[in-house]
Nanobody, 119 residues
Framework: QVQLVESGGGLAQAGGSLRLSCAAS????????MVWYRQAPASQRESVAR???????SYADSVKGRFTISRDGAANTGYLQMNSLKPEDTGVYYC?????????????WGQGTQVTVSS
């Protein structure tokens, strides 16, 4: 089985930066996609950044120019670099990966990490 473990959340001031990590472990042949979601207080979960292996990256309009998604294939770890943080970025951030393994293509979720941005 595959496990995704997130880290890097915490408290930041407006204008500050945080880097979230999503480390995948287990039987992994390849990571096909990675998506970072966030769920703000009293809000639905939304996609903020996604990476499609060998194809593209994309971002929600609300984070374009401020967030960067990346991946270290050798370490099976994904990242979300968050700069110029705003209070509106506050929420729980979840990593999602579609991973090829011995059983084929499967989807996995991280446990979530809290990001709080103060004014």
């Amino acid at each position: 089985q595959v496990q995704l473990v997130e880290s890097g959340g915490g408290l930041a001031q407006a204008g500050g930066s945080l880097r979230l990590s999503c480390a995948a472990s287990g039987s992994i042949f390849s990571i096909e996609t990675m998506v970072w979601y966030r769920q703000a207080p009293a809000s639905q979960r939304e996609s903020v950044a996604r990476f499609i292996s060998g194809i593209s990256t994309s971002y929600a309009d609300s984070v374009k120019g401020r967030f960067t998604i990346s991946r270290d294939g050798a370490a099976n770890t994904g990242y979300l670099q968050m700069n110029s943080l705003k209070p509106e970025d506050t929420g729980v951030y979840y990593c999602n990966m579609k991973i090829f393994g011995p059983t084929g293509l499967r989807e996995y979720w991280g446990q979530g990490t809290q990001v709080t941005v103060s004014s």
